[in-house]
């Protein structure tokens, strides 16, 4: 049975609800930098007070910081540089466990990349190519060439848009 993602009802604002401190979290992402700041449900006398003050807090920074892009621009198709917490150097590539309905556990690479609108992953067993650094380099081949795929469905996209070159 799959889960359902709860809907979001103010985006960028969450409820904090710990032992020592309970409000709203407001997180506001610009230019590859996060500026958050706590609303205490102490300090404005309540729940419902906090939240509007957070949420008023919100809009006035997103008024004084607009985007760069509006919101219906076509995002790039993957990040162009690994997060800090990626461990193979590649975007898109894993060292994951995968258990087979034998029960089997089978160490691989699993790379995950987008065509069409879907999420795709391919695995590559460890055992199957002999050695990790194998494995591994020819799941960043993989990548590699899914990345140029994934590049030409954005441009693709970028050219059936309204946007003009003039705005990129």
């Not at 994951?96 to 690479?109: A, M």
Request: charged share 35%.
């Amino acid at each position: 049975m799959q889960s359902k993602r709860r809907e979001v009802k103010h985006r960028g604002v969450s409820r904090m609800d710990f032992v020592r401190a309970k409000g709203w979290f407001v997180r506001v992402y610009r230019r590859r930098q996060t500026h958050a700041k706590f609303f205490s449900d102490g300090k404005y006398e309540g729940k419902a007070q906090a939240l509007q003050e957070a949420l008023a807090y919100r809009a006035e920074y997103e008024r004084k910081h607009p985007p760069v892009h509006p919101e219906d621009y076509p995002h790039p198709p993957f990040r162009s540089r690994p997060q800090r917490n990626n461990r193979t150097g590649v975007n898109g590539v894993s060292e994951t466990v995968h258990v087979t309905r034998t029960g089997d556990r089978l160490r691989c690479f699993s790379v995950t990349y987008t065509l069409d609108g879907e999420r795709h992953t391919k695995r590559f067993i460890i055992d199957e190519y002999g050695s990790r650094p194998a494995a591994l380099e020819e799941a960043k081949q993989f990548r590699k060439a899914m990345e140029r795929e994934m590049w030409r469905e954005y441009k693709q996209r970028m050219r059936e848009g309204e946007y003009s070159s003039a705005e990129r």
